[in-house]
């Protein structure tokens, strides 16, 4: 069964950093696209960052660019999203996405979008806040 989980939210303080996890079981992250989005409460779900699978090519949000690095440790079917100097505006449940196969269609101008993805994990909270 294919699966995705999500780890390493909790409080943080601004100005520091996070680092999520997203671990897959059942398949082989290496050759999908992944994402991470984030909701924050009363908004919609954004998207933060992709790594695309055809070429590694990584996109990120305006809100998040300079700040954020997306990375895959494909021994450990692992993909990373690192946030430094963080914002009380990070708030929000963080949720890992894939976008199935080398020809899954994402884009630089259509990574964001939600229901370009197959498959969710289901969320890790994070909170910034002094």
């Known amino acids: 069964q294919m699966q995705v989980v999500e780890s390493g939210g909790g409080s943080m303080q601004p100005g520091g950093s996070l680092r999520l996890s997203c671990v897959a079981s059942?398949?082989?992250?290496?050759?999908?696209?992944i994402g991470w989005f984030r909701q924050a409460p009363g908004k919609e779900r954004e998207g933060v960052t992709c790594?695309?699978?055809?070429?590694?090519?990584?996109y990120y949000a305006g809100s998040v660019k300079g700040r954020a690095t997306i990375s895959r440790d494909n021994a450990k079917n692992t993909v990373y999203l690192q946030v430094n100097s963080l914002k009380p505006e990070d708030t929000a449940v963080y949720y890992c996405?894939?976008?199935?196969?080398?020809?899954?269609?994402?884009?630089?101008?259509?990574?964001?979008?939600?229901?370009?993805?197959?498959?969710w994990g289901q969320g890790t909270r994070v909170t910034v806040s002094s």
């Open positions: 059942g398949f082989t992250l290496e050759h999908n696209s």
């Open positions: 790594i695309s699978s055809s070429d590694g090519s990584t």
């Open positions: 996405a894939i976008a199935l196969g080398a020809f899954n269609g994402l884009t630089a101008g259509n990574w964001d979008k939600a229901d370009g993805y197959d498959s």
